[in-house]
């Protein structure tokens, strides 16, 4: 009897060991980040880790070190995957999600992991916001164990001796400690809080540092505003879509930093593809003011005269007179919100259907000036007016909710059917829903099912009005669908 107690006590004390010290360890992760597309200088790299605690990282573009370098781990870091693995549950995270809106042209983010032969892999789109926080949380402890800044480099390409010499950052320099620099940008200073934002970039920190980055952009600091773009653009900051990459570079821009109005100047003369139509009126004026700006950012992302030359060329002598005389006029942002409501509503009316979209977005968020659902859905209305895509879905969105504008199902439907017939996804979604719940417009569940499977989002939706159509009609729209090639310019027909 006592041997079968001894045996039983054995058995609990061996499960309770396993449990604790013996959970299942990897085989192998990896980490790939894909280039971007478009203006984008996003670093691509691979970073392979064996159970053993071996790294293979393998530098492709926009990077500090090209070509593969090894190191080997220590048992604790590797112990620290381990344990980044459990909290992430990673097997248990989807290999893709629906997403309401895609933002094209972004980097991707592949993780894998392999387990007693099991294998996970995970193609993470970064122009998706709707990912689970467990996968981005999961793909930052990947690198900082690693010390990925190694290979990499800090993000958002910082000269070489700012981790020796993180006051060389400080506007003027000083020779303060790290603690004396953190209480000057808890205390408001701009050049502490973008100093702060580089310290924690470079220990690849990077939620403090978009903390840091985001302050001393709030009160104006250009270098900043451009960094947390290039972060939100990378994909490593949690709840940052390419709305708050636009916003980041816009802010940039409009306090005056060159390299951003550069940049946005490149893409009104190129297009981005997605969200801005080439305008050569905005590219001269934003290409021309960036060579009249002081140089606040590391290098240019545009190639100056060659590119103010190029957008002129496209614009008759009254034109580019018109553009001359505004970039005459212009001066930075005003720092008090009182002034910037009033800057801002007059970049608005001079600007294109774009350019008042986003004004409009930042009186819906409160950025930069209050919050005002009205002047949102004035300057939506005049985007829309204009042919934007985005600002007919934002118009439409206002319509649905009340905000800014009376309720106006009928309204909704007429803007995000115009948005969802440029492609645009989200309005998609919604303009399904109008037609599955018969507000604003007819009821018809054949345009409801084709929308949603157009969208390619909420399907479980989809199908559920699927059930209500014949076997032989919803062939026919599977038919349809596949046969636009996902564009609805390209379908024969729409429901």
């Known amino acids: 009897?006592?041997?079968?107690?001894?045996?039983?006590?054995?058995?609990?004390?061996?499960?309770?060991?396993?449990?604790?010290?013996?959970?299942?360890?990897?085989?192998?992760?990896?980490?790939?980040?894909?280039?971007?597309?478009?203006?984008?200088?996003?670093?691509?790299?691979?970073?392979?880790?064996?159970?053993?605690?071996?790294?293979?990282?393998?530098?492709?573009?926009?990077?500090?070190k090209v070509g593969i370098y090894t190191t080997t781990l220590l048992p604790q870091q590797v112990s620290e995957l381990n344990q980044a693995l459990r909290e992430a549950d990673y097997f248990?995270?989807?290999?893709?999600?629906?997403?309401?809106?895609?933002?094209?042209?972004?980097?991707?983010?592949?993780?894998?992991?392999?387990?007693?032969?099991?294998?996970?892999?995970?193609?993470?789109?970064?122009?998706?916001?709707?990912?689970?926080?467990?996968?981005?949380?999961?793909?930052?402890?990947?690198?900082?164990?690693?010390?990925?800044?190694?290979?990499?480099?800090?993000?958002?390409?910082?000269?070489?001796?700012?981790?020796?010499?993180?006051?060389?950052?400080?506007?003027?320099?000083?020779?303060?400690?790290?603690?004396?620099?953190?209480?000057?940008?808890?205390?408001?200073?701009?050049?502490?809080?973008?100093?702060?934002?580089?310290?924690?970039?470079?220990?690849?920190?990077?939620?403090?540092?978009?903390?840091?980055?985001?302050?001393?952009?709030?009160?104006?600091h250009g270098k900043s505003s451009v960094l947390m773009a290039r972060l939100c653009d990378e994909g490593v900051v949690n709840n940052c879509d390419y709305k708050d990459v636009a916003r980041w570079w816009r802010k940039a821009a409009y306090h005056g930093n060159k390299d951003a109005q550069g940049f946005i100047g490149v893409q009104y003369f190129k297009g981005d593809g997605f969200q801005i139509k080439p305008d050569y009126r905005e590219a001269y004026f934003w290409l021309l003011l960036a060579d009249k700006s002081p140089v606040m950012g590391p290098e240019p992302f545009y190639q100056g005269e060659v590119d103010v030359a190029a957008a002129a060329s496209h614009l008759t002598p009254e034109q580019k007179a018109e553009v001359e005389a505004r970039v005459k006029k212009w001066a930075p942002m005003p720092k008090t919100l009182e002034e910037q409501a009033k800057w801002l509503e007059q970049m608005a009316q001079q600007g294109n259907a774009h350019d008042k979209f986003l004004m409009g977005q930042m009186y819906v968020k409160g950025i930069d000036v209050p919050q005002n659902y009205e002047m949102a859905a004035k300057l939506f209305l005049q985007s829309a007016e204009l042919g934007d895509a985005e600002a007919q879905d934002a118009i439409g969105r206002l319509y649905l909710t009340g905000q800014g504008v009376s309720q106006d199902y009928s309204s909704a439907a007429k803007w995000l059917e115009k948005a969802a017939k440029q492609n645009w996804y989200s309005s998609m979604y919604d303009l399904g829903k109008l037609y599955a719940s018969g507000q604003g417009v007819k009821k018809n569940d054949e345009r409801a099912w084709f929308w949603l499977a157009f969208g390619n989002s909420h399907l479980s939706e989809r199908d559920e009005i699927g059930k209500r159509l014949s076997p032989e009609r919803l062939k026919e729209l599977f038919t349809l669908v596949n046969s636009c090639l996902g564009r609805i310019d390209r379908c024969q027909q729409i429901p």
């Open 92 to 220: 248990s995270i989807p290999e893709r999600v629906d997403c309401r809106m895609y933002a094209t042209d972004q980097a991707g983010i592949i993780t894998s992991v392999t387990i007693n032969g099991a294998i996970h892999k995970i193609p993470r789109d970064t122009g998706c916001s709707d990912w689970p926080a467990k996968i981005r949380a999961f793909e930052t402890n990947i690198e900082k164990i690693v010390n990925i800044t190694q290979w990499r480099g800090p993000h958002g390409q910082l000269d070489k001796d700012v981790a020796k010499n993180i006051h060389a950052y400080m506007e003027p320099q000083s020779s303060e400690s790290v603690d004396n620099l953190r209480q000057k940008a808890e205390s408001g200073d701009t050049a502490a809080q973008y100093a702060m934002g580089v310290y924690y970039e470079i220990d690849n920190s990077h939620a403090e540092a978009a903390e840091w980055f985001s302050k001393a952009g709030n009160q104006g």
């Open 1 to 64: 009897m006592k041997l079968i107690i001894y045996f039983l006590v054995a058995i609990l004390i061996f499960s309770s060991a396993r449990a604790e010290n013996f959970s299942p360890a990897f085989d192998e992760i990896t980490l790939e980040r894909t280039r971007c597309f478009g203006m984008g200088r996003c670093p691509a790299y691979k970073v392979v880790i064996s159970g053993s605690g071996k790294v293979t990282y393998t530098g492709e573009n926009f990077v500090k």
